[in-house]
Nanobody, 122 residues
Framework: VQLQASGGGSVQAGGSLRLSCVAS????????VGWFRQAPGKEREFVAG????????LYKESVKGRFTISRDNGKSMVYLQMNSLKPEDTAVYYC????????????????WGQGTQVTVSS
């Protein structure tokens, strides 16, 4: 059971990044996937989630209209396209999977990847 996130980096406000999460097939099949982030000194928070077939998505209110989550089951990949980035989006971003529908709580996810750092400068 493995997840691996990548694609982080440093951008200026208004810029874009696309995060990728690759999972082993055993992890990915029939699993909902979520993206979370954790800023220094803050708790890890839900950012976006997608159901196993991509039919349902859910977003944190502050990223709606700027972030888009998608998945390619054939490649066992989940993406988070982040546009119009703001300094407050700066955090370590994690992908996680669960054997059910989308959830927003960290404790609802059984599988986690390592984080990827996103830094947005003003």
């Amino acid at each position: 059971v493995q997840l691996q996130a990548s694609g982080g980096g440093s951008v200026q406000a208004g810029g874009s990044l696309r995060l990728s999460c690759v999972a082993s097939r055993r992890t990915f099949t029939n699993n909902g996937v979520g993206w979370f982030r954790q800023a220094p000194g803050k708790e890890r928070e839900f950012v976006a989630g997608i159901s196993w077939n991509g039919g349902s998505t859910l977003y944190k209110e502050s990223v709606k209209g700027r972030f888009t989550i998608s998945r390619d089951n054939g490649k066992s990949m989940v993406y988070l396209q982040m546009n119009s980035l703001k300094p407050e989006d700066t955090a370590v971003y994690y992908c996680a999977a669960r054997r059910a529908s989308i959830a927003t709580m960290t404790e609802d996810y059984a599988y986690w990847g390592q984080g990827t750092q996103v830094t947005v400068s003003s």
